[in-house]
């Protein structure tokens, strides 16, 4: 069985710059999750859907960072306009249900902003 | 705001010993992770404790969760060298919501 998808693994872009993250989950998984990994920290969520629904998005950064969910498989993560402090790892994560029984995660992408 | 600290935050072993992490929390929660973390590499899902006095174990490591306490800790038999990574702990606060600690940076040393 296929595990969370992510690419890019590596992105490194200019300050002011937009920049995308993808992410497949697990087949059948509903819930998918975005988590930022700063460098030397614990992952922090930034925005949890069910199926299509973005159901917890308070710590999202909604003046720069956008996401979504279309047909509640596949999403896409968008920071426009990148800024020095965005740089972490972002990481996606799927589980079957919002219980967060069984939590998988992503290999995550490496964002660095110069 | 659920609060989760670890310690220590860094730890060298030395082979052959064993070595305890502890993970505190500052709400209420019946469910808590623990994950680790080789370097450039996602987290692998090591233990899931559910519910007061939960116990796992999988070879060298032993998880428990003392709910009441609000405290779990990560038990490590006669550390071996593949034991180096990052071990994180993560609480959900019951509103499907992973918080996680800062992360303790293993080190094991012949």
């Known amino acids: 069985e296929a595990g969370v998808v992510q690419s890019p693994r590596y992105k490194i872009i200019e300050k002011k710059q937009p920049v995308a993250f993808w992410c497949n989950p697990i087949s059948g998984h509903n819930t998918l999750y975005w988590y930022r990994q700063n460098l030397g920290q614990g992952p922090e969520l930034l925005i949890r859907y069910e199926n299509e629904e973005a159901v917890d998005d308070s710590q999202l950064p909604k003046d720069r960072f956008s996401a979504e969910r279309l047909k509640g498989v596949d999403s896409t993560l968008k920071i426009q306009p990148a800024e020095l402090g965005d740089s972490a790892v972002y990481l996606c994560?799927?589980?079957?249900?919002?219980?967060?029984?069984?939590?998988?995660f992503g290999s995550g992408t490496r964002l660095t902003v110069v | 705001e659920l609060k989760v600290e670890q310690n220590p935050l860094f730890l060298s072993m030395q082979e052959g010993k064993n070595y305890t992490i502890y993970c505190n929390y500052s709400?209420?929660?019946?469910?808590l992770y623990w994950y680790r973390q080789d370097p450039g590499k996602s987290l692998e899902s090591l233990f899931v404790l559910l519910s007061n006095g939960a116990v796992k174990q999988e070879g060298r490591l032993m998880a428990s969760l003392d709910t009441k306490a609000r405290l779990s800790t990560l038990h490590i038999t006669a550390a071996v060298h593949d034991l180096s990574a990052t071990y994180f702990c993560?609480?959900?606060?019951?509103?499907?919501?992973?918080?996680f600690g800062a992360g303790t940076t293993v080190t094991v040393r012949a």
């Open positions: 709400t209420t929660s019946d469910r």
């Open positions: 993560a609480v959900d606060s019951n509103d499907y919501k992973l918080s």
């Open positions: 994560a799927s589980s079957l249900d919002s219980m967060g029984y069984g939590y998988t």
